[in-house]
């Protein structure tokens, strides 16, 4: 696509008050021969709304290169300077620093169970404009000593295995490559309903999937780590 129609894609993420307008994109869609997305439910969000474009809809999946994800995640436990208790969840989010990423509804769902008395400890791996606002968000639901920003990492696949939980709870996602890479990991993963999320995930078998409320992602975060603590041995334990 032309770079206008990025550019305007980024105002609507940017600036609430600027409404999409589909023509933007038709003007382009209409001059292309094929129109390539990553998933089956952006494929039906284009036919839908581009019902004359529909027969050009491709879909390429993202393509993760597991024997160099599991090459490169094969480390050193990158958690070890930090002295973790046996009974302390580690979670790890990796994702861009911006708010609708979802950082609201994990940061008040791990405010929620450290009132609760449960112990974790919350890495987030990732770089962006936003990291005031979500150290906002940290403090005011008073997890700013369990929280560690490790922005952006050459190699992000390390924290990933050796940590107990993935947790994603983007507000939309066209359809996530770090969610990808963590069940190629093996990892227990909670992300949100997002338009794409049962794309990616079986929930109950491959994770869990919460509903977007802080209410959910609360309740199925503390499911999780309940059934952490109880039934599976952590990474760190290897």
Not at 61 to 84: F, G, R
Not at 93 to 107: E, I, N
Not at 187 to 203: G, N, R
């Amino acid at each position: 696509l032309h770079s206008t129609s990025r550019r305007q894609r980024q105002m609507c993420i940017r600036d609430s008050s600027f409404t999409y307008k589909p023509t933007l994109d038709k003007f382009y869609y209409d001059r292309v021969n094929y129109i390539v997305t990553i998933s089956e439910e952006c494929a039906y969000t284009l036919k839908r709304v581009f019902p004359e474009n529909a027969d050009k809809v491709r879909i390429i999946e993202n393509i993760v290169l597991k024997d160099t994800l599991m090459s490169l995640a094969e480390v050193e436990n990158p958690y070890d300077s930090y002295s973790i208790d046996r009974d302390t969840t580690v979670i790890c989010t990796v994702a861009g620093l911006y708010v609708r990423k979802g950082f609201d509804y994990a940061s008040v769902a791990l405010g929620n169970l450290k009132k609760e008395g449960i112990k974790f400890l919350w890495f987030i791996v990732g770089g962006g404009p936003e990291e005031n606002e979500i150290k906002d968000l940290v403090r005011n639901n008073n997890i700013e000593n369990e929280t560690f920003f490790l922005h952006q990492q050459s190699n992000p696949y390390k924290f990933v295995k050796w940590a107990d939980i993935f947790l994603l709870t983007s507000h939309a996602e066209g359809k996530s490559i770090a969610i990808e890479e963590a069940k190629l990991l093996e990892k227990p993963i909670l992300i949100t309903h997002f338009a794409s999320a049962f794309d990616q995930i079986e929930s109950g078998k491959s994770g869990l999937v919460a509903e977007m409320t802080n209410d959910s992602v609360t309740e199925k975060l503390r499911m999780l780590i309940g059934c952490l603590l109880y039934t599976s041995p952590s990474p760190r334990d290897a």
